[in-house]
């Protein structure tokens, strides 16, 4: 069974910073796009950022200019970097890839169970 696996969250000073990580556990024919959202309790969840196999990035408007995001295609790992972080950047992460479990079966969405990024002083 394919599982994301977070890492990295926690809490931190507003200012600070904070770098999660995202890898699948289990096995699996392809990864291709990864990637961030948000949500915070009674909102939407919101994309924070992508990023491609051609390394192509992008980004939704709660990720542009203080964060930034990366992969490792040789271990299948999607980073978030998020700096000079502020209160309104509260809200459990998820992790998002598109896989495809097996050679000639179509790809599918794959989500984390999520990790708590808490912003206060």
Do not use: H
């Not at 599918?108 to 206060?120: E, K």
């Amino acid at each position: 069974q394919i599982q994301l696996v977070e890492s990295g969250g926690g809490l931190v000073q507003p200012g600070g910073s904070l770098r999660l990580s995202c890898k699948p556990s289990g096995n699996f024919f392809e990864i291709y796009t990864m990637g961030w959202y948000r949500q915070t309790p009674g909102k939407q969840r919101e994309l924070v950022a992508t990023i491609t196999t051609n390394f192509y990035t992008s980004y939704g408007d709660s990720g542009k200019g203080r964060f930034t995001i990366s992969r490792d295609i040789t271990y299948n790992t999607v980073y978030l970097q998020m700096n000079n972080l502020k209160p309104e950047d509260t809200a459990l992460y998820f992790c998002y890839a598109s896989i495809r479990p097996i050679y000639g079966k179509p790809s599918a969405d794959y989500w984390g169970q999520g990790t708590q990024v808490t912003v206060s002083s």
